[in-house]
């Protein structure tokens, strides 16, 4: 009879001593005792720990993304440190109110916060448990055959990008990227299992997109560098495993984003591929429109107008309209582009269109902010002082609501040309601190004492 193989000794994580090997446990007998007694002692001296917060969560994610892009090596496991330390600062938590929690000596917590690897599977799903975050962020791996769970991510993923597609669309971005982006990350920890399975790396190409989307709503001017990152890693799937349809979506979006980025004659190339992929009259008068308004921030004229005369063609011909493209949102990208080229005189008749008859056709809230901003900027262009301040008083108020920093940034930019007149001042502080006040939400959260 074969031997079975011999396992490599194993050490408690706590006291040092050698483990059982009938011992699974990351800790030796005695040591499971007192972790125990000390979870039950925590649990009877302070009250159960809070699930986290919508607002909390949004942060905790953001963090999580922002960590990622910003990343020069490849993920650890060591890593579980900067997840701790997230953890810890979103509940406003010590060492040794988390080390209770997970039923750790604080010391322990200490020693991961600074950098010390842990490398046991048990240790780091006891963690995720405890935390209920995904095992992803921990550097766990899926378990089971390759196949089958790419098979399941397949089936299942495309239903939260709709679901994250639809909270965006009403105005809560913040929500959406909760939902989106731990399914991300086990698509990618998936893709490095199955590798070779199109079908997989074109549902995390159409997660990246529009996780890309949704972050260029969340993310403020200095930080748009990060939506364009997700765009191309999916631009380079789509690239060699995407249909026409896929590709002009995907392409759409990189452009919009390196626009915001001002990569202006990238943003141009993505754009008009998409424009000539696109299936439908739709997905090309928004192509179109984003042309427009890339056209228009470069002061092209020419090319503005061009390009605007598509967007309206589309327009006219279009039987139904979707939340971001209508005659609300086409509207603000004619006022928007005749503004960037200094077509002055053509913005009165423009304003005075009634797009309050458009209001039965779904739009987008961010949509209405983004409207407001841009009449505010034409109505002091023209000498409309308090018309226009009136503007920005009311998209700040919607901006606070969508958490938009972006926009936020152009209504203080737009105020700046008239500020010397009090009423316009006080607008502009208060845009600076909703601004404060938006930085703070998305990624700076009370720090543990």
């Known amino acids: 009879m074969s031997m079975p193989p011999s396992q490599p000794e194993r050490y408690c994580r706590n006291c040092g ?9 990351p800790l030796c007998w005695p040591c499971q005792e007192e972790r125990r007694a000390t979870v039950a002692d925590g649990q009877a001296a302070t009250s159960s720990l809070p699930s ?6 949004s942060a905790f994610t953001l963090r999580s993304i922002l960590d990622t892009a910003r990343r020069t090596k490849p993920l650890r496991l060591s890593d579980v440190g900067h997840v701790l330390k997230h953890y810890r600062s979103l509940h406003q938590l010590t060492q040794r109110d988390l ?9 322990y917590i200490s020693k991961l916060e600074n950098g010390q690897s842990l490398r046991d599977l048990a240790t780091l799903k006891h963690i995720a448990q405890c935390l209920g975050i995904p095992g992803q962020w921990l550097g766990l791996l899926s378990e089971g055959a390759p196949n089958a769970q790419s098979s399941e991510l397949i089936e299942i993923v495309p239903s939260v990008i709709r679901l994250s597609q639809t909270v965006r669309e009403s105005g809560r971005a913040d929500a959406a990227v909760n939902e989106l982006w731990p399914l991300i990350l086990r698509l990618e920890t998936q893709a490095t299992q199955d590798r070779g399975n199109p079908p997989l790396l074109l549902t995390l190409a159409s997660a990246q997109a529009v996780l890309g989307v949704i972050l260029g709503d969340l993310l403020p001017e200095e930080d748009l560098w990060i939506s364009v990152q997700f765009f191309k890693k999916a631009v380079a799937i789509v690239d060699e495993h995407g249909d026409a349809r896929l590709k002009a979506e995907v ?3 990189c452009g919009n984003e390196l626009r915001k ?5 990238e943003a141009i190339s993505y754009l008009e591929q998409a424009f000539f992929l696109a299936p439908d009259g739709i997905t090309r008068g928004i192509a179109a429109a984003l042309l427009a308004r890339t056209y228009g921030e470069l002061g092209d004229k020419e090319r503005f107008l061009d390009a605007m005369a598509g967007v309206l063609y589309a327009q006219e011909r279009a039987t139904s309209f979707t939340p971001t493209f209508n005659p609300v949102t086409t509207h603000e990208v004619h006022v928007r582009g005749l503004l960037n080229v200094g077509q002055i005189n053509m913005l009165p008749l423009l304003l005075e269109q009634d797009t309050s008859r458009f209001l039965a056709v779904p739009v987008a809230p961010q949509w209405h902010v983004i409207s407001r901003i841009t009449e505010a900027e034409a109505l002091l262009r023209i000498g409309k002082v308090d018309d226009g301040l009136a503007h920005l008083k009311m998209a700040l108020i ?4 969508c958490s ?4 936020v940034q152009r209504a203080i930019r737009a105020v700046q040309v008239v500020e010397a007149y009090h009423p316009a001042k006080a607008i502009g502080d208060e845009a600076r601190m909703l601004l404060d006040k938006l930085s703070q939400r998305a990624l700076q959260v009370p720090s543990s004492q």
């Open 99 to 107: 080390a209770a929690l997970l039923g750790f000596d604080q010391s």
């Open 251 to 253: 392409y759409r979006g």
């Open 404 to 407: 938009l920093p972006h926009q």
């Open 52 to 57: 986290l917060s919508s607002r909390h969560r």
């Open 17 to 25: 001593a050698k483990l059982s090997r009938y011992n699974p446990d």
């Open 398 to 401: 919607g901006a606070e609501l």
């Open 261 to 265: 980025h001002k990569q202006y004659t």
